[in-house]
C-alpha cells in the first residue's frame, strides 16, 4: 500500500471503531498524531505547496 491508502484505512478503521464504541472519542487525538507521523505531515505540505502554486497570482487584477 502506498502512504495515501495506509492513511485512509487508518482513518476509517478509527472512525468506525469511535462509532462503534470500541474506542472513547478520545482516541481521536492519537489518531491525528499518527496520521501525521505515519506521512500525513509529508502529505499535507505537498497539497499546501501546490494550492500555493496553483493559486491565482495577487497581481492579476480582476475585470469588471
Not at 485512509?8 to 462509532?19: D, G, Q, V
Not at 487525538?29 to 496520521?35: A, N, P
Amino acid at each position: 500500500k502506498n502512504t495515501w491508502e495506509k492513511l485512509n484505512a487508518l482513518e476509517e478503521e478509527t472512525f468506525a471503531r469511535i462509532i462503534l464504541g470500541q474506542q472513547p472519542v478520545d482516541s481521536f487525538d492519537q489518531f491525528v498524531e499518527e496520521w501525521y507521523r505515519e506521512g500525513g505531515a509529508q502529505i499535507t505540505q505537498e497539497v499546501t505547496e501546490a494550492l500555493a502554486n496553483d493559486a491565482p497570482s495577487s497581481s492579476v487584477t480582476s475585470q469588471h
